[in-house]
């Protein structure tokens, strides 16, 4: 009989993600002995046109050849699964979604903006096909993806974990920084999956795992306000990472102000 196929493909993004598969160490050889991995290019196996059972896809889609390169990994893969903040809601370079004009961000970065071809947004996968399951962080860790392949295989829903970071720190008897410290930590909508990393350091959650399950945003706006962070701050916690996430991208809206894609302060 033979073993489940994977493949792991990458559209824009830094990397990080498909790191957390070589991170595994040992776990990664004991996966390679229930899988066959057939697409890799992090760790040397190229074949994007291999059939598999599962495709795990890291990055948002960015350009036209990417809305079209990823109409064809769902059409080859039975499930597809996305693996961190940029295939889940956009990541950083979903930022220039608040450019209206689709220009300013060009002119700011590049030398030569006129040879940029890329799409008018940058988009979550979810936004072009159909996504089977959603691994949130900045980056994801090796845990939670070998736990998901694990699950997959015995043909069972992974485990969406929407806890807060809140209930990890307290699970971990860590100190609250926003209440010990006044610390604008966005731990109260976030979702753990980083085991209170942040806060158990002493530095204020920034939500790296998107919003957690009934996340009252609104409340923490308004706390955020109350610790002296004005309108463009409050919009820059809930517009970064996960951007396009609707929970935060609603309540940053709330607060932006014109100017916040490229870096002005109002």
Not at 46 to 73: L, M
Request: charged share 25%; with cysteine.
């Amino acid at each position: 009989m033979s073993k489940p196929s994977v493949a792991v493909h990458k559209f824009s993004s830094c990397d990080g993600c498909q790191l957390a598969f070589l991170n595994a160490g040992e776990d990664l050889l004991t996966l390679s002995g229930l899988v066959d991995i057939r697409h890799f290019l992090e760790a040397g196996l190229a074949d994007e046109e291999a059939e598999v059972d599962i495709a795990f896809v890291e990055g948002s889609i960015s350009t036209a050849d990417e809305a079209e390169r990823i109409r064809k990994v769902r059409a080859k893969s039975r499930l597809l699964v996305t693996l961190g903040a940029c295939a889940t809601s956009g990541g950083l370079q979903a930022l220039r979604n608040l450019d209206e004009s689709n220009e300013d961000w060009k002119q700011a970065i590049y030398a030569r903006p006129e040879f940029i071809r890329t799409l008018a947004h940058a988009e979550p996968v979810r936004a072009h096909v159909r996504v089977d399951f959603e691994l949130w962080g900045c980056p994801v860790n090796g845990r939670q993806v070998l736990a998901a392949v694990r699950q997959l295989l015995f043909g069972v829903n992974p485990l969406d974990e929407r806890d807060k970071v809140c209930m990890e720190c307290k699970r971990q008897n860590v100190v609250c920084v926003m209440v010990a410290h006044d610390k604008p930590c966005m731990g109260p909508v976030t979702r753990t999956g980083c085991g209170a990393l942040c806060p158990r350091f002493g530095r204020d959650c920034y939500a790296c795992f998107g919003p957690a399950e009934q996340a009252n945003t609104s409340a923490l706006a308004q706390r955020l306000e109350g610790l002296g962070l004005p309108p463009a701050d409050v919009a820059r916690r809930f517009l970064f990472i996960n951007s396009q996430a609707p929970a935060f991208h609603a309540e940053g809206l709330k607060h932006y102000q014109p100017g916040f894609a490229n870096g002005d302060r109002q």
